[in-house]
C-alpha cells in the first residue's frame, strides 16, 4: 500500500537555527513528490515538485532534496514567519491522486 | 494567473440540515478538481474528485456528494448533515493528475 510518512511531527527551532524535515515514501513508481506548506485556517501553499533522485529545489530559506526513498526539507537560519505546517505528498504510477502525510508543525522562536 | 475560490468561508449548521458548498477556479481550462477534508490536527482526506464536466470519483463512502455543472465549477453537498461531517473543506486543482495541486482557503464546517 502507498504510504507517505513525516518525521518529527513537530519541532521547535530558534531563530536562526537551521534543520531538516524528513518525509519518506513506500509507493509503487514515483510520479512526483510535492512539498506544501499551511498557516492556521489556511489551504495549503504549494511550495515544491520533486520528480527524480538526486533533484534538488531552493526558495528562500528552504530546499527540497529527494532521494529514492525519502526527501527532506532543509531549513536554513529559520526566522518566526517560518513557522506552519509543512506537509508533504506523493503520486504514484498506479493511483492517479495526491498521497499526503500527516505533516511537520514548525514553530520559530524569536 | 490562476485564482480558486472557495465560499463560504466558514459556516454553522444543525445536523440534518443540507449543505452546499462552492468552488470556482479562473485563468485555466479542464482543470482536475479535487474536494478534500482536513480534521482538526490531522491530514488531508481525499474526498473526490473531477477529470471534466459531470465526472465524479468517490473516494470515501459518506453522506456527501459532488458534481460539477461547469468546467470551472465544483460543488460539495449534503442532504443531511451529521455531526462528524465538521472539519476544514479545501477545494483544489491540477492540470492533470500527476501535477501538483493548489488549493483554495478552504471552508470551516460546524455542525450543531
Known amino acids: 500500500e502507498d504510504q507517505v510518512t513525516q518525521s518529527p511531527e513537530a519541532l521547535r527551532l530558534q531563530e536562526g537555527e537551521s534543520s531538516s524535515l524528513n518525509c519518506s515514501y513506500t509507493?509503487?513508481?514515483?510520479?512526483?513528490l510535492f512539498w506544501y506548506r499551511q498557516d492556521p485556517g489556511k489551504g495549503p501553499e504549494f511550495l515544491f515538485t520533486?520528480?527524480?533522485a538526486g533533484e534538488e529545489k531552493e526558495k528562500e530559506r528552504l530546499k527540497a532534496t529527494l532521494t529514492k526513498k525519502e526527501s527532506f526539507l532543509h531549513i536554513t537560519a529559520p526566522k518566526p514567519e517560518d513557522s506552519a505546517t509543512y506537509l508533504c505528498?506523493?503520486?504514484?504510477?498506479?493511483?492517479?491522486?495526491?498521497?499526503f502525510g500527516a505533516g511537520t508543525r514548525l514553530a520559530v522562536h524569536p | 494567473s490562476q485564482t480558486i475560490h472557495q465560499w463560504p468561508a466558514t459556516l454553522v449548521q444543525p445536523v440534518g440540515s443540507p449543505l452546499s458548498l462552492e468552488c470556482t477556479v479562473e485563468?485555466?481550462?479542464?482543470?482536475?478538481l479535487y474536494w478534500y477534508r482536513q480534521a482538526a490536527g490531522r491530514g488531508l482526506q481525499l474526498l473526490f474528485y473531477?477529470?471534466?464536466?459531470?465526472?465524479i470519483s468517490s473516494e470515501v463512502p459518506q453522506n456527501l456528494s459532488a458534481s460539477r455543472p461547469q468546467d470551472r465549477q465544483f460543488i460539495l453537498s449534503s442532504k443531511k448533515l451529521l455531526l462528524s461531517d465538521s472539519g476544514f473543506y479545501l477545494c483544489?486543482?491540477?492540470?492533470?493528475?500527476?501535477?501538483?495541486?493548489?488549493f483554495g482557503p478552504g471552508t470551516r464546517l460546524t455542525v450543531l
Open positions: 520533486l520528480y527524480s
Open positions: 509507493v509503487s513508481g514515483l510520479r512526483g
Open positions: 485563468g485555466t481550462s479542464n482543470p482536475n
Open positions: 505528498a506523493v503520486t504514484s504510477g498506479g493511483y492517479n491522486k495526491l498521497i
Open positions: 473531477s477529470v471534466g464536466i459531470g465526472q
Open positions: 483544489a486543482w491540477s492540470l492533470r493528475s500527476y501535477n501538483e495541486q493548489f
